[in-house]
């Protein structure tokens, strides 16, 4: 059977709430949840597997019986699933805790191990929520301070001299990871703009070499849109570059060709700016005047019209 993976996650929430109920007060260590039991029946297998694979949870084979087990991790995150930080009680306990290890290690030159009931005695707070404090590092996690960790699981906890004092702050590295990663996505956006026309946004259609002489070799990248970059020569605009040349840019020249049997005239189009160098305007041929010079100029408004998407 196949859950969608709403559905799944409704379900892993579901786990959460159930195990939170039923492990209350007590030590994460001491209840073992039973999946073929109520309330746990309805929790899919996939739903287990993907706990423990999140680090959430334990399997344990407790008299050839399946048995799952909170870890730290997983309690902490039960706390947020069932909202216990919106509750204050969450925060008195912590607030609770934290004063009375600070008092072990308050005027002391060095750590401090106690012993756990003790601890728990003074706290006077229920003893399975103190070891599942200890066992997630509770305070470290969710206030980001030096906290106290076992000695001997259950038994011994060691309170550092430093006790209570913030960790550095690592969100700091995570913001200049942001940046790093913002920086190269400018940099996949700018290649990824060099591989379309600046001006228009026209695709690649061919690049490599082209032999600029004997033994050089130069480099073009043509574009969709007419525009042809080299590094060798003849380079032409794109028609939406504001630097495209305008007819009025040539002088359209006509000669005779007494010897051609069809087209009498040509119309050789002569640059007349720098611009007008940035197209490369092929003459016109006609059977007469009027035709070759019509031919130059349509051959200009071919070139000149934008690309379009
Ligand atoms: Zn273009």
Partial sequence: MTFSQENQKDNVSLAFREMMAELGDGSVALILFDPNREPFRVIYQTTWKELIDQGWLEEHEVELQTRYRLKGAGWIEGLWRVGAYKDQTLE????????????YVKGRERDVVVLFHKLVERTGLPEGWVFNAIES?????????????????????RIPLNFGMKLLDHTADIRADLEMMRKELETAKEELREVT????????????????????????????????????????????????????????????NPKDPVFKWTCFPQPKTRNAGLLHLSSGYGRTEEEANQKVVETYHQAAKPWKR
């Fill in 92 to 103: 008195q306990k912590m607030s609770g805790l934290a004063a009375t290890l600070k008092e």
């Fill in 137 to 157: 590092s509770l305070l470290s996690k969710l206030w980001n301070m030096r906290d106290a960790s076992w000695e001997e699981r259950g038994t011994l906890v």
């Fill in 197 to 256: 026309c600046s001006f228009c946004g026209a695709p690649i259609i061919g690049q490599g070499s082209v032999p600029v002489s004997e033994h050089d070799e130069g480099y073009y990248v043509a574009y969709a849109c007419g525009r042809y970059d080299t590094d060798a020569y003849g380079e032409q605009a794109c028609p939406s570059d504001p630097k495209f040349p305008k007819l009025e840019e040539y002088e359209l020249v006509l000669r005779q």
